[in-house]
């Protein structure tokens, strides 16, 4: 099985078009233009030295961000071609292949500011910067033919390779920041060079097991900040840096495909199972802690004090994706599901030019005032000191079928739902599947086929509590035949969620669901005090359309407590009535600063 | 009108007969053999010098640990002379005569350790020192008749009065803890030289008008952390330091009683009314941010992450006991019960010789493994490193009638309840009023009265809303004659207590209180997810004595969710009934470190 390429699905309406609009039109500008102001691009000219600009001083991980922004900027010209991009990314990679050393070493910061200390930090985020920039590599030649930064690229992985591999002369064994492991899973996978499935089953391998790799800081050590407490065969608990583990669990998942290696591949299984089940915001979130930007333990999930960065969620939706491939099971749709409609989703502004870097599930700019607190930003900003976010959203939103459909032979999973059209080989020929869907709009789907004769599974999501028909592996199963169509209603209802009783934060606590999407609650909306809000369950609500929001908004029957000015008082069951509003969870924070709650009461 | 001097009260039996046979037979000696330990009282032969043990080395603020822990001392001799506690009061007073300046100049730390920044750093809380000094030198006098501490910090108090009042010649003007202020006015009281009250009318009137009182930390002004941002008879929130406002406070209420000062009054009354309406945890817990130790924002409320200082607790008890004296209002007696069965109670261990300084009203010891949080000790510990809290507790517990009964001329105000026998002045003659009751077992109480005729007013507990008799500013009258004797049933049904909805870290929760005691559970009980605990409210519940704590614990129908294993699912109504055990809120974290929950779901 494997997921079919993303530009043989292409978005004609709805919801994801709003996004595959916003992308090509917004978001890619906006990102280029902040990352030239701060100096990310004029990096990779290598020419800043000591005295110069301190603003302007190439930064550990700036290449990493150019990389993502070029990989989208691929993307977006597999669609359609888009000259002034092109030759934005072609400037950049005139850089590189300028400044490369002979010996096929690039890293703009090391080259420039730290020469000396090459592949002497594991901190230091290299070969993650180098991951990132062979992905962009492979989508851009294989966008546009252009060879050159792919040629770059692979002679930079062959002396990784030999300083890594062969010859052992780095400081430390395996990266500090995973992410070369996909990129060179990838490659292996795009150039049908072993070598590269070799060194990226050493790095993987390797992590957990080498004296070298241990990382000392405060008097800590943080082993598990790095994924590296033991050997990834072992490993059963998502631990440390969100972002680290998921792309080292992407790898671990997509590794263990290549080689058929199932040790390997119920230790993705156990760490993806962990996660989904035990470390979860509801949103698709992960990586609770800001200390760390890490996993934090079981359960663990507070709402307002709260991490769950962008990227993260991107690596776990990366994970699904890449566990999808190796076995039928809608779970894998549904987590991609829940985070592309939610928690990665709210890292962008609908405007598509804003982001956040954090997604708290509440907000209460009270709690701001008091001091010595964790508060995550209220507000979605143009760029971060640290800005991954932008970049990954400008590639996850470039190439959005990515998780679309999985093939094998003759078959075809549909996973994810959109108004598109998506070419495919059926009995050795070309064929014609359109999907009609308003999706997430309503939950009626139409799929009008041309082609040989194909076996269709169809996800049933597990929101869809409702369906009654037969699933295999979580999907309807449909045989078409060249001018069959398929009419699938999926009943979609308004759903109160409870969270696991050891979610301690959420007790007591309701979060409304309408199909995939998780809602919530603004006092732009709502007024003050959204704590004290307790929705009725009593079946009436009305969907209604917000302006600039690609999905309904709910109106609902609630209530709340009038304020008698007492501190405390003996309970009594004064309420006001009022109809609440609730907007999509990603659409929060859009009508400027505002307090947000997604845990609501419910009666 | 005045509180009548606790030692005309003795206590004979019940609850705070628990306290004071503990205080007496544990705590001030635990208290003097850690303090013992940590050089606290070795500090005061000014011997250590550099080179010297740092970890005996004194501190700027030891000096008021050991004067409040003597204060408690001679309170506990005024109902019975303790000589080998005297002894020890002794020792430390001869130091002090023979290391005290021939300028009157004493503290142990800047005589030692910076003698050349005598009144040279307003954050160092010399001033408050000396405060506590004084009221122990006051009570010592009262209570043994041995002048010589008095002496001494007479010989203070005319070197203070010089240095800033007469000649201005500290680098600040007021003090940067406040204290001194009320044990001028008290040693005004006591000696009657109008010079004291001068001195503190200075010092409160001074506050917030003086260029050399501001200070910076860390790039901020830190103003309102000493409630310096404005003169006192402006102010109208209360802000910065708990401990410190809450001193403040006290001397102004103080001082505006003396004086006749209507603004100060209103000023104080203002505070008060900010304090118990807006920032106060329904323990009576005060100050609930750990920055700065301080009053945050109006309804800012937390339970978990919560500070709320013993000694803060200690001092707002002091305000209400200061405004007592102003005008007959129950209030003030209900505030004072608040806080002694409730969050000062809870600073100590049932075994008396354990403390918090911070007294959280949630505990998820979980919670615990989220890294760079703030949490709250869990577990009560023998002494601080800061250890104003434990002596606080000596000396409260040590004079625990204080502000039992208010007098003025033959009328008698009851404010708290307790089996006690109370000495009286009534038509110039001795009168004895005995108080019977199992309070707060039961709200039964009897008077018995012999003596002139006597006007009393009891103070109707604001919890007994059943109450149904005539009341004057809360108080219910009677005339007594010799011989007389009365009854007064409060009934004592447990309540549902809810929050004001601005605090919403209390939305949708509820705290069950019983006459004045606020309850809790705790995990020993109850097992793991308290926050997952809903209380069935149908008005059935059983009163248990539980072994070593001398107020009844309450079981009451419970319900919880089983754990299905899923992290999130839609609402459904299983629920597993069970029997909750609540106990006495400040009897928790007495059987080992658990969960606690006061606010609990009901229905």
């Given amino acids: 099985m494997k997921n079919l390429y993303f530009a043989n699905t292409e978005i004609k309406s709805g919801f994801w078009k709003y996004y595959t609009d916003l992308v090509r039109n917004v978001t890619v500008r906006a990102v280029y233009d902040r990352f030239k102001e701060t100096g990310r691009f004029d990096a990779f000219s290598c020419s800043w030295r000591e005295g110069d600009d301190e603003n302007k001083k190439p930064h550990i991980f700036w ?7 070029i990989e989208g900027v691929a993307y977006l010209t597999e669609t359609r071609r888009e000259e002034e991009l092109e030759a934005l990314v072609d400037a950049t990679v005139d850089e590189i292949e300028k400044n490369q050393r002979a010996d096929g070493y690039f890293n703009s910061y090391f080259l420039t500011v730290s020469p000396s200390k090459i592949y002497s930090d594991r901190s230091c985020h290299e070969l993650y910067c180098t991951g990132h920039l062979i992905e962009a590599a492979i989508a851009y030649h294989k966008a546009t033919g252009k060879d050159k930064l792919l040629t770059c690229m692979l002679k930079n992985v062959d002396f990784i390779r030999r300083i890594f591999m062969e010859e052992g002369r780095a400081s430390f064994t395996t990266p500090g920041h ?8 990838k490659l292996y996978e795009y150039t049908g060079d072993e070598r590269h499935l070799e060194l990226a089953r050493f790095f993987i391998n390797k992590r957990g097991t080498c004296e070298n790799d241990d990382m000392h800081w405060e008097g800590e050590v943080w082993d598990e900040y790095f994924q590296s407490e033991m050997p990834v065969r072992e490993m059963s608990e998502a631990k440390g840096h969100a972002v680290r583990a998921g792309y080292l669990y992407t790898s671990m998942a997509m590794l263990s495909k290549i080689d058929g290696d199932k040790e390997l591949k119920a230790a993705a299984d156990r760490l993806f199972d962990n996660i989904i089940n035990k470390k979860m915001s509801i949103t698709g979130g992960v990586g609770v802690q800001k200390h760390g930007e890490s996993y934090s333990y079981d359960y663990n999930l507070p709402n307002r004090d709260v991490y769950n960065e962008t990227c993260a ?6 994970l699904a994706g890449a566990l999808q491939e190796s076995e039928p099971n809608s779970l894998y749709g549904d987590i991609i599901e829940k985070i592309y409609y939610n928690g990665f989703l709210s890292g962008v502004s609908l405007s598509g030019d804003e982001f956040f870097y954090t ?30 976010c932008p970049p990954n959203v400008v590639r996850i939103l470039g190439s959005l079928p990515r998780y679309m459909y999985t093939v094998e032979g003759d078959t075809v999973w549909c996973n994810q739902f959109a108004h598109a ?13 359109l999907q009609k ?19 269709l599974f169809v996800r049933i999501p597990e929101w869809c509590v409702e369906y009654e028909g037969e699933t ?28 696991n009783p050891n979610v301690q934060d959420d007790s007591g606590r309701y979060a409304v669901m309408r199909g995939p999407i998780v809602y919530c609650m603004e006092s732009v909306d709502n007024g003050d005090n959204l704590r004290d809000i307790t929705l009725i369950d009593n079946g009436n609500y009305r969907l209604v359309e917000e302006k600039g929001i690609p999905a309904p908004a709910i109106i609902l029957d609630a209530e709340r407590r009038e304020n008698t000015g007492k ?11 009022f109809s609440a509003k609730l907007i999509p969870y990603f659409a929060f924070a859009n009508r400027g600063a505002c307090d947000l709650i997604v845990w609501t009461q419910v009666r």
């Fill in 359 to 388: 997604n708290p599930l509440e907000l209460d700019l009270k709690k701001y005032k008091h001091k010595g607190t964790y508060q995550p930003i209220s507000q979605r900003v143009k760029v971060f000191g640290c800005s991954c």
């Fill in 63 to 69: 290449d990493s961000d150019v990389a993502k922004w």
């Fill in 178 to 185: 995973e992410e070369i492991e996909i990129a060179l899973l």
């Fill in 472 to 499: 295999e592996n979580g999907f309807a199963r449909f045989e078409l035949k060249d001018g069959d169509s398929l009419t699938l209603n999926l009943p979609m209802n308004i759903h109160f969620m409870e969270a």
């Fill in 437 to 455: 869907t308003a999706y997430p709009s309503d939950g009626n789907i139409t799929f009008e086929y041309k082609g040989e004769p194909l076996t």
């Fill in 567 to 577: 501190l405390y008082y003996i309970k009594n069951s004064a309420r006001v009535s």
């Fill in 421 to 433: 059209e998506t070419k495919l080989t059926v009995g050795g020929k070309d064929a014609i599947l």
């Fill in 313 to 318: 969620a991107v690596s776990l939706a990366m």
